[in-house]
């Protein structure tokens, strides 16, 4: 063997004994890479049999279906007009009271100036959000209903509002405020009224908007209070109720009734607001 061939096979053999380490080294990465993953996998997969068997266990027949909470919904003009009766009997169980409405008229004639007074003199907590009538929501809203009329929307607000002002000098004028253990509080929002919303501590209902209908003429949702649905519309509530800083809450506040604090809105700034003329 010629001593050209001995170097050579020497020279391959320590690149071979070289190239043992790294390959033993890369295998052993590659085995803790390896089970990293079936951890994670294995993790994935007991995670995804917890939720069926969770599933399996809500359902009679044992097969997997989706988890569903109990509601109502009613279905015809006549149904709605009849929920008046639900709200009433609810808040007068509750102690607090959230609604979201578009003009407040629905509120003020189904609930009554005394029913608002009593409330709050036996200690609720009521908040009520109308829909700005300077909002450009209030315009579009208004062409969906009165296509001829874009402001039709914001003058039938702003007269609820001088309605509301009669409840507000009955506490006034009578001093009775001052003994009120509740309080009452109204503001405008500036969001897209996408549904009306009635809230206390032990019911939610939820009152669609359509683009070609009414109001009165769409359904009702009633969601059940241990769901998420109802935490999240909470939620939801709340994030309109203390949108922006305390300048702007105290600009959109219309109302305030309480033994605390008494305010109104100047109705006539409101009415010179943004040019807004009577129907």
Not at 36 to 56: G, V, W
Not at 92 to 97: D, L, M, Y
Request: net charge neutral.
């Amino acid at each position: 063997m010629s001593t050209e061939v001995i170097v050579a096979l020497i020279g391959l053999l320590g690149i071979i004994a070289g190239s043992i380490p790294t390959y033993l080294i890369m295998r052993q990465k590659g085995s803790a890479e390896v089970e990293k993953l079936n951890a994670e996998a294995e993790k994935t997969r007991a995670e995804a049999e917890k939720i069926r068997t969770e599933l399996r266990s809500s359902s009679p027949t044992g097969e997997v279906s989706l988890l569903q909470k109990a509601s109502a919904i009613s279905l015809s003009e006549v149904e709605r007009s009849r929920m008046t009766e639900y709200y009433i009997e609810k808040a007068n169980s509750g102690s607090t009271i959230e609604i979201i409405t578009l003009t407040l008229q629905v509120a003020l004639e189904n609930y009554g100036e005394d029913r608002f007074l009593r409330w709050i003199q036996e200690g609720k907590q009521i908040r009520i959000l109308v829909l700005s009538p300077f909002s450009m929501a209030a315009k579009l809203r208004s062409r969906e209903e009165k296509p001829d009329d874009e402001d039709f929307l914001a003058n039938k607000i702003i007269k609820q509002v001088e309605v509301l002002k009669n409840l507000y000098c009955t506490a006034e004028d009578l001093l009775e405020h001052k003994n009120y253990a509740g309080s009452m509080e109204v503001r405008f929002y500036d969001a897209i009224p996408y549904f009306a919303y009635f809230r206390t501590e032990n019911a939610m209902a939820i009152g669609l908007y359509y683009s070609h209908i009414k109001g009165l003429q769409s359904e009702v949702i009633l969601v059940d209070p241990k769901s998420s649905v109802y935490q999240n519309m909470s939620m939801h509530f709340s994030k309109l109720w203390g949108k922006g800083d305390r300048k702007n809450r105290e600009k959109m506040t219309v109302c305030v009734i309480s033994k605390q604090h008494m305010h109104f809105m100047d109705l006539k700034l409101l009415r010179e607001t943004d040019a807004l003329t009577e129907n």
